[in-house]
């Protein structure tokens, strides 16, 4: 048993917990690591691989049984995004969004009739699903949605865009949200689900992106998109505290990611270190190297301790707000450190495409930007510390 409490917390990973972090690394590293790098280079989309991780439960994890989901708790979800993350971060953001924005906001404010209809599907992995509240010029700043969506009396009339769309081009529903009434300032933006292939539903291009290069991110163009009044999501003017609430759990999931991508090039640092000779011996039997080896396991355990400590919070039904900001600026901040000596340890191998630590450095940027920037997570710790 690997066990660890933090305020009266305990973190007991039991059997069921561990037999799920095996399943997940096992996938990781025989069905991603293969293509990985190829992937990467040509900004492939994972579609086979994607389709086998709905099959064995890894898209709607925490979702009821009852509309097809694991039925599992938020520990195994980011057991889970840890091991696949350590393979390949385009991979783990897909069951991320899948998984924390699209499907737990479906399963805890939709609809029975939108359950039924988008969750199930969802939840078994037999389409994704993409949450769309980035805009031009609304990043960091949620409140200042340009995109509209008119009360035409039995549906909305959508008009805008949205911009870095994580499963943007392959995903078969998206989360849209969008300002109805513009005086009732954040009060008066809507959440809707609107469905691919509707009239004036344009997909733009892919991004060329730095890093996570095989997830599918776009540009979603809406021109006078019909959507029913019964693809809101919640009352009217509910869409901010929907966006905002899920974008709270959401943090856990991207917490998890960097927490992998830290531990992934850690793992590979070490391994590098003990087969890499230097002056006669080992690297790893260097000094030098022992104190990077040493520095990036300990900062990678505190990462996961808070990753955890989130998770069980929200498991346990408490206030995971604070939690959830600390584990992601910190296990962002450690991913994007680590990689980088991950890199150092490699020396000059490191620095080329055919060894995993390269990808793994890129990767580890996007976590320190996406779903709330670094400066964001200060931002709501220091509001929540001087509650």
Same mark, same amino acid.
């Given at each position: ?52 991780? &709905?099959?064995? /439960? @890894? ?8 509309? +097809?989901?694991?039925?599992? *708790? #938020?520990? %195994? ?119 691919? &292939?509707?009239? /004036? @539903? ?8 730095? +890093?996570?290069?095989?997830? *599918? #991110?776009? %540009? ?168």
């Amino acid at each position: 048993m690997a066990a660890a409490t933090i305020e009266g917390l305990n973190f007991n990973l039991t059997e069921e917990h561990l037999a799920v972090k095996e399943a997940a690394r096992e996938f990781a590293q025989t069905e991603l690591l293969p293509t990985a790098i190829e992937r990467d280079t040509h900004s492939k989309f994972p579609t086979e691989e994607i389709r086998k991780m &709905g099959e064995l /439960g @890894f898209l709607g994890m925490m979702v009821s049984p009852e509309y +097809g989901g694991g039925g599992m *708790d #938020t520990v %195994s979800y980011v057991l889970a995004m840890e091991e696949i993350s350590k393979v390949d971060a385009s991979a783990s953001v897909v069951m991320s969004v899948n998984n924390s924005l699209v499907c737990w906001g479906l399963e805890t404010f939709g609809t029975e009739e939108q359950k039924q209809k988008y969750l199930t599907p969802l939840a078994s992995g037999k389409i994704i699903g993409s949450f769309c509240l980035s805009e031009p010029e609304a990043g960091s700043d949620a409140t200042s949605q340009s995109t509209t969506a008119v009360d035409m009396g039995d549906h909305y009339l959508v008009n805008g865009t949205k911009n870095w769309i994580t499963n943007g081009g392959t995903s078969s529903v998206s989360l849209v949200i969008a300002q109805t009434n513009v005086e009732l300032k954040h009060k008066g933006i809507n959440a809707l689900i609107i469905e691919k &292939g509707w009239d /004036g @539903f344009v997909v733009g291009k892919k991004e060329d992106k730095m +890093g996570i290069r095989s997830s *599918d #991110t776009h %540009s979603l163009m809406f021109t006078d998109v019909k959507v029913p009044k019964e693809n809101r999501i919640g009352e009217d003017g509910f869409g901010f505290k929907f966006a905002m609430t899920t974008l709270n759990g959401g943090r856990i999931g991207i917490a998890a990611q960097a927490l992998g991508i830290a531990a992934g090039a850690y793992e590979l640092a070490l391994k590098y270190s003990k087969e890499r000779k230097a002056f006669g011996k080992t690297i790893s039997e260097h000094q030098a190297i022992q104190f990077k080896l040493a520095e990036m396991a300990t900062k990678i355990e505190a990462a996961r301790l808070l990753v955890y400590k989130a998770a069980r919070l929200k498991d346990e039904h408490k206030d995971f707000i604070q939690a959830a900001a600390m584990a992601k600026l910190f296990a962002s901040e450690v991913a994007m450190w680590a990689t980088t000596e991950a890199v150092q340890i490699h020396g000059g191998y490191g620095y080329v495409k055919e060894y995993h630590v390269e990808r793994l450095m890129r990767d580890a940027k996007i976590t320190q930007i996406y779903e709330g920037t670094s400066e964001i997570q200060k931002l709501v710790i220091a509001r929540e510390i001087l509650k």
